[in-house]
């Protein structure tokens, strides 16, 4: 069946711009989750949903960066007056239905590069 | 807080060798722990995981890792290397004692390259 998948792959923006990365999880997955690699580091939690609502935003490095899930599946992330620290690839990763032991399954990911 | 680390930024093995990457943990209580492995330009790909039982877990592509709690480590093994098992591997782990804690936290990888 088809994986997690994500749009676009690549965004390059300017500095200050707002963008919005789009995240399409396994059919029928509950759990969607958020991380954010930068060069060389493993990746780091942003956000977590169980259905519509986010169950933990504790990742989010500012109120600059949301996050929505309306009707429980497709997510967007939003990242308002971007900068050049924001560049990174945002995975998205989604799981049956968030239990502790369930496996996450990610997508490819959005390399987003801020100029 | 939990944590992963993985001690080696680099493996380099021959192709038919054994391969071992290295993953210790911390938590507050008892870990999940899990291994992903990451190609080029693509997402995480999920290769196992341990959840509790049988401390040995097999996986994906031949890969096996081995959960031992007094070391707090899951090193992942694999008997005759291949070629194509050169990747970024990561390590991660969920602390269970955290009712409301669904976050995996990674290890920063460990790049493994099998020479033919």
């Known amino acids: 069946g088809a994986g997690v998948s994500q749009t676009p792959s690549n965004k390059v923006t300017e500095k200050g711009k707002y963008v919005e990365l789009r995240c399409d999880p396994i059919?029928?997955?509950?759990?969607l989750y958020w991380y954010r690699q930068s060069l060389g580091q493993g990746p780091e939690f942003l956000i977590y949903f169980q259905g519509t609502g986010a169950a933990d935003d504790s990742g989010l490095p500012n109120d600059r960066f949301f996050a929505v899930r309306p009707e429980g599946s497709v997510s967007t992330l939003k990242i308002q007056r971007t900068e050049r620290g924001d560049s990174a690839v945002y995975l998205c990763a989604s799981s049956f239905s968030g239990g502790r032991g369930d496996t996450q399954y990610f997508g490819p990911g959005t390399r987003l590069t801020v100029l | 807080a939990q944590s992963v680390a993985q001690p080696e930024d680099q493996v380099n093995v021959a192709e038919g060798n054994p391969l071992t990457v290295k993953c210790t943990y911390s938590?507050?209580?008892?870990?999940?722990l899990f291994w992903y492995v990451q190609y080029p330009n693509r997402g995480l790909q999920f290769l196992l995981k341990?959840?509790?039982?049988?401390?040995l877990v097999k996986g994906s592509y031949g890969f096996e890792a081995e959960f031992n709690k007094s070391q707090t480590s899951f090193h992942l093994k694999k008997p005759s290397a291949l070629v194509s098992d050169s990747a970024l591997y990561f390590c991660a782990v969920r602390d269970i004692i955290r009712s409301n804690d669904y976050k995996l936290s990674f290890g920063a990888g460990t790049t493994v390259t099998v020479r033919a």
């Open positions: 059919s029928g997955h509950t759990a």
């Open positions: 341990y959840i509790t039982g049988d401390n």
């Open positions: 938590v507050s209580g008892n870990p999940y």
